[in-house]
């Protein structure tokens, strides 16, 4: 459990799985396979999930049993599940996810916030299975380590302490991936737009979503994010009344005037926005959006 992140919608990470591989243009500067990459030695704990030369995921995936443990026990109202992988991957067993999911609903007071490129296949796995099975496959990992499960957990199913996002960098991946998530009939369900790369109309959506975070996209070779993006997002939700979460800009923000490292970042429908660089705050300067800070969250 990693306490005070710097992921400003939540309390806590947690990474009950290890490993993920590349789908889109949003995985491009990915954050956990660089720093899955500084680990990738013989002996390390990312051996074998990162290729030690090229520095990319190699596309294996396993669950850690060994958290299993550690996440009943918190006390952190807001967790998020998987930070560093993807809670839905394609190497991933339904024995693996569910053995996950029987550890969420265990702890019914945590929310749990899972973000996934990869909608389909949790729309797959909440059809195929229920509550008993995922509590059957936690049993089974657990009782190879001595470990056993408390008796209290949520039954409804899809369950209501799990709130299920998925990310949306651009129009093809909001095209792709929110009708799957739909599908899924989670009782939460939201976006994380970051790294937000151009502008997306959410409107046929918006009114099934709950929650809608938005981000610009931080590192090496991050990408600017328009002021105009996140402001169409903004401006759907505050519309259809769904709880919007300006995270950051990210590494470059709206520059007040040219300066030598300012430049244009180009927008057919809305005109160049001026950027600059920076290094990304965390405080209340980089997360001001038209001067105000927008912090909702999704009801439970
Ligand atoms: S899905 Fe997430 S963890 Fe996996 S490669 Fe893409 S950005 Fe990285």
Redesign the pocket.
């Known amino acids: 459990m990693n306490r005070g992140t710097g992921i400003e919608w939540t309390e806590a990470t947690v990474s009950p799985m290890r490993g ?5 243009e ?2 491009r ?5 660089r720093w899955a990459a500084r680990w990738s030695a013989r002996g390390a704990a990312f051996h074998g999930f990162v290729d030690a030369e090229t520095g990319k ?1 190699t596309g294996r995936v396993e669950i850690k049993p060994q958290v299993f443990e550690t996440m009943l026990k918190t006390t952190e109202k807001r967790v998020f599940v ?5 809670t839905f ?1 394609e190497s991933l067993s339904d024995h693996a996810i569910a053995a996950v999911y029987g550890v969420l609903i265990s702890k019914p007071e945590t929310i749990w916030q899972v ?4 909608p389909a296949r949790a729309y797959e796995f909440l059809r195929a299975h229920d509550a008993d099975d995922c509590l059957a496959a936690t049993r089974a990992v657990l009782a190879k380590q001595g470990g056993e499960l408390p008796e209290r957990h949520v039954r409804s199913w899809p369950p209501a302490n799990v709130h299920l996002l998925t ?1 949306v960098e651009d129009r093809a991946s909001a095209a792709d991936r929110i009708p799957p998530l739909l599908g899924t009939r989670a009782p939460v369900i939201g976006l994380s737009c970051e790294p937000l790369l151009e502008e997306v109309d959410l409107s046929p959506w918006i009114h099934a979503l709950k929650w809608v975070i938005v981000g610009g996209e931080s590192g090496s070779g991050a990408r600017p994010m328009h002021p105009a993006w996140a402001r169409a997002i903004r401006d759907q939700c505050v519309a259809a009344g769904v709880p919007f979460f300006f995270k950051q800009w990210g590494q470059f923000c709206p520059a007040m005037m040219q300066t030598p490292d300012a430049t244009w970042l180009p927008d057919q429908t809305h005109g160049p926005a001026l950027m600059v660089p920076w290094w990304p705050r965390r405080d209340d300067v980089g997360r001001l959006l038209d001067g105000r800070i927008w912090s909702e969250y999704p009801k439970r």
């Open positions: 993920c591989s590349r789908v889109s949003g995985c500067n990915c954050y956990a396979e995921w998987n930070s560093m992988s993807d991957h973000v996934t490129k990869r990310s």
